[in-house]
């Protein structure tokens, strides 16, 4: 598969590496004042473009490698920081996982991404429990694959895919730290479940009582034939 060409300035980006939240370029342009730039791209795979932040320029390329190297090693730092609170290296595997449970349905359950999706910095359990809340592919059998969720660590709201899910995790599996947050998001979604459902029977009975009204107001319908012939 031929890799994207990306062009910042008229400069080709020539080397990136993504560690962490960021992904760090170089890119030359022999004719350009400032041959080497070096900076932040974020790219959007789907769409395939890019956009570019926090740029410096230079002449020496030489240069360029060590503020490369500055950035870079921002990155490891604050990766291995992250690492170490997030409980890592726990990583979840299918044997943490109810079985079969990756068939079934998804809403309310707490989900273990597959570690094959996931950049390595990111293979712990932090990175990969999800509380799922609601989506076409949190159902079973449905041709949708999003599933709208909360990751159980950072409490973000997000979506993943059903194709990226191992399954549902065992209780007995689930780590210490993620208790007590998996039971707080459950709570939330039983409430709000419960109040959707209150919501729709208020719904339900306003829509039977006008329609009971409006058939009380309604002039009765003209006599029949035959009950003008009994008269």
């Given amino acids: ?15 990136s590496v993504h560690l962490g939240d960021r992904e760090i370029f170089l890119a030359v342009q022999q004719d350009a004042p400032l041959p080497f730039y070096v900076g932040y791209m974020e790219v ?11 740029i410096e320029g230079t002449t020496e390329y030489t240069e360029a490698w060590e503020m490369f190297i500055q950035r870079l090693q921002k990155q490891i ?5 992250q690492r170490q609170e997030h409980h890592a290296p726990q990583l979840l595997t299918e044997a943490d996982c ?8 998804y809403e309310g359950k707490v989900l273990v991404m597959r570690p094959g999706v996931l950049r390595p910095e990111y293979w712990n359990a ?6 799922a809340v609601d989506g076409n592919g949190a ?14 660590y950072t409490g973000e709201h997000t979506y993943i895919r059903r194709t990226d899910v191992m399954g549902a995790v065992k209780p007995d599996r689930l780590p210490g730290w993620a208790k007590e947050k998996a039971a707080a998001l459950r ?15 208020e719904f339900l009975t306003a829509r039977r009582e006008k329609e009971t009204s409006e058939n009380l107001r309604r002039p ?12």
């Fill in 220 to 231: 009765r319908a003209a006599q029949t034939r035959g009950e003008r012939e009994a008269r």
């Fill in 98 to 105: 109810i079985r079969d449970s990756r068939a079934g349905d």
């Fill in 139 to 152: 159902r079973a059998g449905s041709h949708g694959t999003k599933v709208f969720c909360i990751n159980i």
């Fill in 187 to 201: 709570q939330d979604y039983q409430r709000e479940k419960a109040a959707e459902k209150q919501r729709l029977e």
């Fill in 77 to 81: 730092e604050q990766v291995r920081a």
């Fill in 1 to 15: 598969m031929e890799q994207e060409e990306y062009i910042v300035d008229g400069h080709k980006v020539t080397h």
């Fill in 126 to 131: 932090a990175h990969q429990l999800y509380f």
């Fill in 44 to 54: 959007s795979y789907e769409l395939g473009l890019a956009r570019f932040s926090g």
